[in-house]
Nanobody, 112 residues
């Protein structure tokens, strides 16, 4: 059974930073590309970033390019999203995603 557990969200002021983590189990972590997606009531579901299985290729949506960094530790079955220079529009529930499976998400709120 695929299980994804996100953590690391919280309340942060504009310009601040957070690092999200996603611990995966029940599948071959190192063999799969993984993504971060986010959901807001107003915008719905947005793809944020993707990383290939060995971590050498990353992609980002334009609005987070240069501010967010996706990475992974295949030895620890963990996916990361380092978020810097956060903006109020980054407020959302963040999920890690693999092939139709999601975790419970972690809430990020950017507000002064």
């Amino acid at each position: 059974e695929v299980n994804l557990v996100e953590s690391g969200g919280g309340l942060v002021q504009p310009g601040g930073s957070l690092r999200l983590s996603c611990l995966g189990s029940g599948f071959t972590f190192s063999g799969n590309a993984m993504s971060w997606v986010r959901q807001t009531p107003g915008k719905g579901l947005e793809w944020v970033s993707r990383i290939n299985p060995n971590g050498t290729v990353t992609k980002y949506r334009d609005s987070v390019q240069g501010r967010f960094t996706i990475s992974r530790d295949n030895g620890e079955n963990t996916l990361y999203l380092q978020m810097s220079t956060l903006k109020p529009e980054d407020t959302a529930r963040y999920f890690c995603y693999i092939g139709g499976f999601w975790g419970q998400g972690t809430q990020v709120t950017v507000s002064s």
